[in-house]
């Protein structure tokens, strides 16, 4: 029963790791698209993390995680006799990368955590039942590889102190190597390790040529960190020279730049109590409430000290996103119990099957579903014929400009702007003079109703005409909620009734044959 239950779960896993749903763009924009524009010389767009006079961002673990499956992607094309790898191949190769990673690392590591025979496949069915691993761990963040890099760094740990005989220098070694992986990966993962590793002090007492094999580990790895960040940021000098010189040391960088309060509003503050309000019950939803009422008995010590450090010291964080806890999420549901009710125990699988399914579904399928689809449709529209100079994306998040191939069309992220600068970009766009051929696009949602009244009223002066050349229907737009406005049920009617992401190909109407032709299209959409 528990090997069908674990099988059917994987399978799971693997589907909604193959929906092309978009949880957040640093999931983009933090990894792929730096890695495939410098692989493949796609099109792409390097974030302010990167271009900033300080980088914040390392390349360094980019590289294995994203960097070698592209370079071995580029290998086989070019023994096939091709140079060039379809972007949504490249995009789907790690998607199923991800979702390896999850299945091997994450459930592995959350067995060896587990040594209790009995609770090992409670934590692993939970862990594997989770909507955090459907999605998240399945997607391209720098927080599920800091997620697997946390695990495996409480396994080294676990080793050393188990092997009370030996000095365990490959495990040291190992850590020392994963430490500095994760602190370049994300400056927050010394809060998840930090309470854990003060019970390798009394070992590295007692053996100090473990401790000496960890140091050089550690340093050997920072070295080639530092060596990969320098020659990817100071290209204008000779490496040797800039290492000597000024070594671009990101981790640094990104404290001194999320230690201000006045850079973290820039991306949002919140209070303290955040993550445990709102981060944590939408991550574990009704687990949350076994972690808080049942007694922790039998349990591993070390994945319930680093979840609890990490959650308590990113509180003191003013800026807090649910992903950053996202390592702590496995630590947590390995940790707990089943009620000892069977009654209890079946109101609470009910409620954890409704939840992980309906975040599962809202979360690796329809939120903002349309974006990745819509950005590999337009990459091949010079292959269709369909010709458009530039792109507006509005209320959506920002389009991975990768994906694009070398389609020369430019793309313009408006973001949320007011609809009314939208119209005024758009009308700029296309000019003052009509040209039957000149068009551009427009994606947006199809629940932003103000595109319906501009379509209408260019319908009736025949300003303009709308075609719809493409939909998506799997997308849902939660930015696009009002329910000040709207009230609770009109705003669900809209944005869930009116699901999916449409593009227009818009341009100017020349004459009364052209205004025929937009109510024309207006009887074929309404």
């Known amino acids: 029963m528990w090997t069908r239950t674990y099988l059917v779960l994987l399978v799971v896993r693997l589907y909604l790791a193959l929906q092309p749903s978009y949880i957040h763009p640093d999931e983009n924009f933090q990894g792929p698209e730096v890695i495939a524009g410098k692989t493949f010389a796609f099109p792409h767009h390097l974030t302010w993390e990167f271009t900033t006079e300080n980088p914040v961002r390392s390349v360094f673990p980019l590289w294995p995680v994203y960097g070698l499956p592209m370079v071995v992607l580029h290998w086989i094309w070019s023994e096939l006799g091709t140079n060039e790898v379809p972007p949504q191949v490249v995009y789907y190769t790690l998607r199923i990368l991800m979702f390896i990673l999850s299945f091997v690392l994450e459930d592995w590591a959350v067995h060896e955590l587990v040594q209790s ?18 999605t998240y761990q399945t997607h391209t963040f720098s927080n599920s590889v800091e997620t697997l890099v946390v695990a495996w760094s409480l396994v080294m740990v676990q080793r050393i102190l188990d092997n009370k005989q030996r000095s365990s220098l490959l495990s040291s070694a190992i850590l020392g190597c994963l430490i500095t992986f994760g ?53 204008d000098s000779p490496l040797l020279n800039t290492l000597l010189t ?4 990101t981790p640094l960088n990104s404290l001194l730049y999320n230690t201000q309060t006045s850079n973290l509003a820039t991306h949002g503050l919140h ?19 076994l972690f808080i009422t049942a007694p922790i008995r039998n349990v591993p010590r070390l994945p319930v000290l680093s979840a609890m450090s990490g959650i308590l010291l990113l509180s003191c964080i003013p800026h807090q996103e649910p992903r950053f806890l996202l390592p702590a999420i496995p630590l947590l549901l390995s940790s707990i119990h089943l009620p000892r009710s069977k009654s209890l125990t079946k109101y609470w699988l009910a409620a954890w099957i409704g939840f992980n399914i309906l975040f599962g579904v809202l979360m690796g399928v329809y939120h903002q579903g349309g974006v990745v689809p819509a950005q590999t449709w337009l990459g091949q529209q010079t292959k269709l014929g369909v010709s458009m100079g530039e792109v507006f994306w509005w209320r959506t998040y920002s389009p991975p400009i990768w994906l694009l191939d070398h389609n020369p069309i430019r793309t313009t992220d408006l973001m949320g702007i007011p609809f009314a600068t939208l119209q005024t970009q758009v009308e700029t766009a296309l000019g003052s003079e009509c040209n039957p051929n000149e068009s551009v696009g427009l994606v947006a949602p199809y629940s932003s109703m103000e595109i319906d009244h501009w379509i209408a009223t260019s319908a009736e002066n025949q300003a303009f005409a709308f075609e719809e050349i493409w939909r998506y229907g799997q997308h ?34 020349c004459g009364v044959r052209m205004g025929e032709e937009v109510r024309g299209i207006m009887r074929e959409n309404w």
């Open 183 to 235: 602190i370049f990966n994300r400056v927050t993962f010394p809060a998840y390790l930090l309470v854990p590793s003060l019970y390798l002090l009394p070992h590295f007492f007692r053996r100090p040529f473990s401790l000496l094999v960890l140091s050089i580990a550690t340093l050997l790895t920072i070295s080639l960190a530092i060596v990969v960040d320098t020659s990817f940021y100071q290209t």
């Open 117 to 134: 025979p009995g609770h090992r496949r409670l934590a692993v069915t939970l862990v594997a039942s989770s909507y955090v691993t459907w």
């Open 246 to 249: 000024n070594p671009t040391f």
């Open 271 to 289: 209070p303290h109590y955040h993550h445990l309000v709102a981060s944590l019950p939408l991550l574990l939803g009704p687990a949350l409430y």
């Open 476 to 509: 849902l737009n939660l930015d696009d909620l009002d329910i000040g406005e709207e009230g609770i049920w009109r705003t669900l009617g809209r944005v869930v009734g009116r699901r999916g992401l449409v593009v227009w190909k818009v341009r100017r109407v």
